[in-house]
């Protein structure tokens, strides 16, 4: 993606140099801002366990249901009734504790690839404004490449991981 834009620098060889530096610096913004929205929309997929909620619901329903006779036999019918509802909850308990076990990887791993990404920059007093220009486009460079690892994380690894232990329920309950 970054080596459209190298390509497009004979475009703006006329222009004034500063003027030149301050729009690379903007398209690099740009850039990774928009990988920043694509990654936050992987996360939110990924988050996404609405359906897991609705069929956990129905599963409570029909517990409550096929436990009618609860008053009949009180204390076997309340253990029948709870062990039901706690098997109801097991996939979402499980998958909320899979993205909350994400959520905190993500956040430690991206707090530590942007740390690296801030080190490139190294600002001296005689720099030119180019070269401060240069060090800023690297990190965003560097930053982009860390969302799109996480990108790819969310949208492959993770969402296949999440994937596996709805299944794993499904054929439980199927069985």
Same mark, same amino acid.
């Given at each position: 993606m970054f080596d459209n834009i190298r390509s497009a620098d004979e475009l703006y060889a006329t222009e004034n140099e500063k003027e030149y530096y301050d729009r690379k610096l903007s398209e690099y913004q740009d850039i990774y801002s928009i990988k920043?929205?694509? /990654?936050?929309?992987?996360? *939110?997929?990924?988050?996404?366990? +609405? #359906? #897991?909620?609705?069929?956990?619901?129905e599963c409570y329903s029909n517990c409550y249901d096929n436990n009618q006779v609860i008053f009949e036999n009180q204390e076997e019918g309340i253990k029948k009734l709870s062990r039901c509802l706690t098997e109801c909850k097991k996939q979402t308990k499980d998958l909320k504790q899979f993205l909350k076990n994400v959520d905190k990887l993500v956040y430690f791993k991206n707090q530590t690839c942007h740390s690296n990404c801030d080190q490139i920059i190294n600002y001296n007093a +005689? #720099? /030119?404004? #180019?070269?401060k220009i240069s060090n800023k486009i690297n990190v965003y460079r560097c930053r982009?490449?860390?969302e799109n690892k996480? +990108?790819?994380r969310y949208r492959e690894f993770w969402?296949?991981?999440?994937?596996? *232990? *709805?299944d794993q329920y499904s054929n439980q309950m199927a069985n």
């Open positions: 920043q929205a694509i /990654t936050a929309y992987s996360k *939110i997929k990924l988050f996404n366990i +609405d #359906q #897991q909620q609705k069929l956990k619901y +005689d #720099q /030119t404004y #180019q070269e982009w490449v860390c996480l +990108d790819r969402l296949k991981q999440r994937n596996d *232990i *709805i």
